[in-house]
Nanobody, 124 residues
Framework: QAQLHESGGKLVQTGSSLRLSCAAPDRMIGNYGIGWFRQAPGDERKFVAAINWSGLSTYYEDSVKGRFTISREKGTETVNLQMDALKPEDTAVYYC?????????????????WGQGTQVTVSS
């Protein structure tokens, strides 16, 4: 059952920017790490970025380093993914999830709650 909610996905052109948000009720994510994953058509779900519970440590998949930035909004149950210089290969459904272990960020088995996803489409 999805407990997190992603928003912000839409159709954009190559080189554009988007900000995705991951929100949750009732302190579900404030004390936990949060990760973003994406799944393109016909492909498996893959790690994109993660941030630890304090917001002091962040992790990125190599292809998004320097273009994507993950951050926590202080005092809120919201984690954002700022995506700049978007490319057609970034097209996917993007999911956020909660990592209760605050470790092993790239493995989806370490995440217990997931959102339903938001579609990002980058046209060439």
């Amino acid at each position: 059952q999805a407990q997190l909610h992603e928003s912000g996905g839409k159709l954009v052109q190559t080189g554009s920017s988007l900000r995705l948000s991951c929100a949750a009720p009732d302190r579900m994510i404030g004390n936990y790490g949060i990760g973003w994953f994406r799944q393109a058509p016909g492909d498996e779900r893959k790690f994109v970025a993660a941030i630890n519970w304090s917001g002091l440590s962040t992790y990125y998949e190599d292809s998004v380093k320097g273009r994507f930035t993950i951050s926590r909004e202080k005092g809120t149950e919201t984690v954002n993914l700022q995506m700049d210089a978007l490319k057609p290969e970034d097209t996917a459904v993007y999911y956020c999830a909660r990592n209760i272990w605050n470790e092993d960020w790239t493995s989806d088995v370490k995440y217990d709650y997931w959102g339903q996803g938001t579609q990002v489409t980058v046209s060439s």
